[in-house]
């Protein structure tokens, strides 16, 4: 969580200090049309984010859950369901 909220900042400075800037230093854009150049990011934050509600309202539909894979899934399987992804993301892989 720590680590998203380091990368979340870090993107939000990028966007609101250092592409502006570098956008009217090197490429010369008047600061009228930095403002769409620079709102390009959000738009695209904004299409993803609902994009991101459909895919998950259309994996929740679908019974699309880590859990059900597991056999004789209970509420208390949520450790189980760690393991289980934790060990397929370490598994050995040959060289």
Known sequence: MILGWFCYVW???IFTTF???YLMKTQN?????LGIYASIPYFGGIVGAIGGGYLSKW?????FLVIHWLPNASPSASPRCWQALLSWLFRS???
């Open 29 to 33: 854009i008047e600061l009228k049309a």
């Open 93 to 95: 892989r040959p060289a």
């Open 59 to 63: 994996l929740m539909k679908w019974k």
């Open 11 to 13: 993107m939000m400075n």
């Open 19 to 21: 592409l502006p800037l």
